[in-house]
């Protein structure tokens, strides 16, 4: 069992940047994939980056060339960095983890960029 909490949201300006913190409760050192994904009112949740245990690195495309991710995994936290932010990535963003075959998703953090 996981439980992921996600922090480090709140209001920013347009151009500027942010990190967002996921801590996992449980292990995740045998986790196949982790990452975040973001959610605007009405609309489906969306890909900002994902990172799986064979390296491999997945980036949104609106987003690609202005997010990184990485992780602490004695701490069981990683991390999302996001740069030149824009209003229209204001959102939920929601900590994910997979892990044998289940996935993991936190309560989500607010974002919200001003212009």
């Known amino acids: 069992q996981v439980q992921l909490v996600e922090s480090g949201g709140g209001l920013v300006q347009a151009g500027g940047s942010l990190r967002l913190t996921c801590d996992a409760k449980?292990?995740?050192?045998?986790?196949?994939?982790m990452g975040w994904y973001r959610q605007t009112p009405g609309k489906q949740r969306e890909l900002v980056i994902v990172?799986?245990?064979?390296?491999?690195?997945t980036y949104g495309d609106a987003v690609k060339g202005r997010v990184t991710i990485s992780e602490d995994p004695r701490k069981g936290v990683q991390y999302l960095q996001m740069t030149d932010l824009k209003p229209e990535d204001t959102a939920v963003y929601y900590c994910?983890?997979?892990?044998?075959?289940?996935?993991?998703w936190g309560q989500g953090a607010q974002v919200t960029v001003s212009s």
């Open positions: 994910y983890v997979e892990k044998h075959g289940y996935e993991y």
């Open positions: 449980g292990s995740i050192s045998s986790a196949s994939a």
């Open positions: 990172m799986t245990s064979d390296g491999r690195t």
